[in-house]
């Protein structure tokens, strides 16, 4: 189960996130998981950051593992994601589904501390995201 929470104005494509998150899911075998996705702010964001990862910056995507059947929380900042689009040279929508992916292989326990785990990160997103297009 897909439970989008979205806390800003923005015009979000919610059925492609719960498509993508979906497709995640049933890829790696959780479809008897939940998984909850907030969009917020980037004060939001940035106050998260701050307190779970000591960083006192704006971020663009926060996870949160759960337990049991709580897969856990995806936590989107849409505006960040917006403005990384036109930095990449993508559409909002293509931005906001590597995010989304990024954060979800944050929740099957994927780090991105170091060059070598982003390169692995970035790589598995993509593979995925080719998969299901």
Known sequence: ?????NKT??????SLVKKVANKFLE???LLNKEV???FVSET???ELNKRYRGIDKVTDVLSFSG?????GEIVINYAQIKKQ???FNNSSEEE?????VHGLLHLLGYEDETETEQREMKKLGEKFIKSIE
Do not use: C, H, P, Q
């Open 9 to 14: 104005k923005g015009k979000i494509n919610l």
């Open 85 to 87: 689009a036109k930095k």
């Open 44 to 46: 939001r964001t940035k």
């Open 36 to 38: 909850s996705i907030a």
């Open 67 to 71: 337990e049991d059947n709580f897969f």
């Open 1 to 5: 189960m897909i439970n989008i929470n």
């Open 27 to 29: 890829n790696y075998k």
């Open 96 to 100: 906001l589904v590597f995010i989304l």
